[in-house]
């Protein structure tokens, strides 16, 4: 960027006097709706359940693969 | 301001203090003046005090920042967690092997349909696999090396890719043999440094860009015409994501100045920042919900970072992993995340609890890139060893 050091240094405080003013919640509660999020989509994660062989097109079908 | 300055013989008032002096000429906010050598030296030390007492201010916003955060910290996320089942042991193994590219692989991305893979090399080829039969399907040239950036459009009739090129390209993927894919591309961004990530948004009009200029950018596909750009990073940007679509119009990106941002797409504004990493940030990937986001650094942790909380929540490192995480991504509940690191592991951790579950061997030289498939049936990792691998 073409910035000069004061130009990065002024948008950096502009920034940041922004952020201080968010509205922030707490961990409790929003930690808890990660985790709640997490248990409503469990039983459709077929990473975290497995997938039987038959059913998942990346597992092995046996015999040899022709490409 | 006074970056230049050259002795003239020019005898004569002094621009600042009127005295008849020696005059050099200064150069401040683009217009040259003549001041003697003593107004010269106040110039200097009033930029420098300015410079000083900015860093100041930053400083201090930084300490108000970090204690408004802290009020909301009451609980730690694996302490919420704390019921939540642990998770048994997982086997995963690679289940099909991607070899074509004839050097490092640096980015690969999922099509829609859940089976074709685009990825890009250091060797300057683009190539479109069909993952379930490991096939090429299409593969092009271009005309850079180090292609470090390629994304699959919505509709799964294109692809945008870019690299060492400084631009960003639109190949449309055809099935007639006769035409030669190279000659339809479209340049569509132009940035002043490489290109380090690209992603469609929700339609295959729009591409949003990520450039070691510092910069991500907004652009229409059709017309090239840059929409909208953002800027906040003070260095490069190494990777951007965009929020599922549920969520609204935002996207993080990460960068060499170790924060990540969060930015409002519409007004170009950045939302919120985070700097707790202590090197660059690789990659970033939003939590399924919207609600959080994950990085991965060259500070070999990866740190998930809840955005309601406007804090990190979460760090995933253990003593052993010394190398940096390259890529990201979640399951498709967010229970697990997938890291792909330079010591050419991938480590699989438990969101949650912070522990990991898994690790898997195969590549033989560091993981670049890793995505989860859209339908969370499989992941897919490329590697410097030139292979992508596809496990499940």
Not at chain 2, 197 to 224: K, P, R
Not at chain 2, 259 to 270: H, I, L, N, P, T
Request: glycine share 6%; proline share 2%.
């Amino acid at each position: 960027q073409d910035m000069t050091e004061k130009e990065l240094l002024k948008m950096e405080l502009d920034q940041l006097k922004k952020e201080v003013k968010n509205e922030r919640q707490m961990i409790s509660k929003t930690g808890k709706e990660l985790k709640e999020y997490i248990e409503s989509m469990a039983g459709e994660d077929p990473l975290l359940k497995g997938v039987p062989e038959d059913k998942n097109p990346f597992k092995e079908k046996g015999g040899c693969m022709i490409s | 301001m006074c970056d230049q300055t050259f002795l003239a013989v020019v005898f004569g008032p002094c621009d600042k203090c009127s005295k008849e002096k020696p005059l050099r000429a200064v150069y401040i906010k683009s217009e040259q003046l003549s001041y003697c050598s003593l107004c010269v030296e106040m110039v200097w030390l009033h930029e420098n005090e300015t410079l000083a007492s900015l860093k100041n201010e930053a400083e201090t916003l930084k300490g108000k920042l970090e204690e408004e955060r802290a009020k909301l910290h009451d609980v730690e996320l694996h302490q919420v967690a704390e019921r939540v089942e642990a998770l048994g042991q997982f086997v995963m193994k690679t289940r099909r092997t991607l070899k074509g590219h004839g050097n490092k692989v640096l980015c690969m991305d999922w099509c829609k349909d859940k089976r074709r893979i685009v990825s890009s090399s250091q060797d300057g080829k683009v190539i479109v696999w069909d993952s379930f039969t490991t096939n090429k399907e299409h593969a092009v040239t271009m005309p850079c090396t180090w292609v470090m950036a390629c994304a699959y459009a919505p509709s799964g009739c294109a692809i945008a890719c870019g690299g060492l090129d400084n631009k960003c390209s639109v190949y449309p993927l055809t099935f007639d043999k006769n035409e030669n894919m190279a000659a339809k591309k479209k340049s569509v961004a132009m940035h002043t440094n490489y290109l380090s990530a690209c992603s469609f948004t929700n339609s295959d009009m729009q591409i949003l860009t990520a450039s070691g200029d510092g910069t991500c950018a907004l652009w229409d596909v059709e017309s090239g015409q840059l929409l909208q750009s953002f800027h906040g990073h003070g260095a490069d940007v190494l990777c951007l994501d965009l929020a599922p679509s549920e969520t609204g119009n935002t996207f993080v990106s990460g960068g060499c100045d170790k924060k990540a941002m969060v930015w409002d797409m519409r007004s170009g504004q950045c939302i919120q920042s985070f700097e707790t990493h202590d090197s660059d940030i690789n990659s970033v990937r939003y939590y399924p919900s919207g609600d959080a986001f994950a990085s991965g650094s060259d500070d070999a942790t990866c740190r998930l970072y809840d955005l309601r909380a406007d804090r990190e929540v979460a760090i995933y490192s253990k003593e052993s992993i010394i190398f940096g995480a390259s890529s990201v991504d979640f399951s498709l509940s967010g229970r697990l995340l997938f890291a792909g690191y330079n010591d050419y592991t991938i480590n699989v951790w438990d969101v949650l609890k912070g522990s990991r579950v898994s690790i898997l061997f195969g590549h033989e030289n560091r993981v670049s890139t890793l995505r989860v498939s859209p339908d969370g049936t499989a992941f897919c990792s490329g590697s410097w060893d030139h292979t992508l691998r596809v496990s499940a």
